[in-house]
């Protein structure tokens, strides 16, 4: 080998370790998987939402055309029903 290509080749293995090693570096670091909490009993007090419906399909509506529709939501269980947030998509 010549001495021309000496820092070619030192520099192509460098470069090849910097990509390789620091995947594994990061496998390795990575804990190992939580194990899922156990299940909580139903609490015979709480609240039930039921919906018989999750969606709605307005079909083709022009821009500027108001839309409505109205989803029940029943409580089917002992405890107050709240409902905190609604998102329209």
């Known amino acids: 080998m010549t ?5 070619r080749w030192l520099a ?3 470069l090849a370790a910097g990509l ?8 390795a670091a990575a804990p ?7 299940a909580a009993a139903p609490d015979a007090a709480a609240p039930v939402a039921t919906f018989p419906e999750f ?3 307005f079909g083709e509506v ?3 055309q108001k839309v409505k529709h109205s989803f029940v939501i029943r409580n089917d269980g002992k405890a107050d ?4 947030n609604v998102a329209p998509t």
């Open 55 to 57: 969606s709605f399909d």
């Open 3 to 7: 001495s021309a290509n000496g820092p």
């Open 81 to 84: 029903l709240e409902v905190l």
């Open 32 to 38: 190992p998987p939580a194990e899922a909490p156990p």
């Open 20 to 27: 390789v090693l620091p995947g594994h570096a990061q496998e």
């Open 12 to 14: 192509a293995v460098a």
């Open 62 to 64: 022009s821009r500027g």
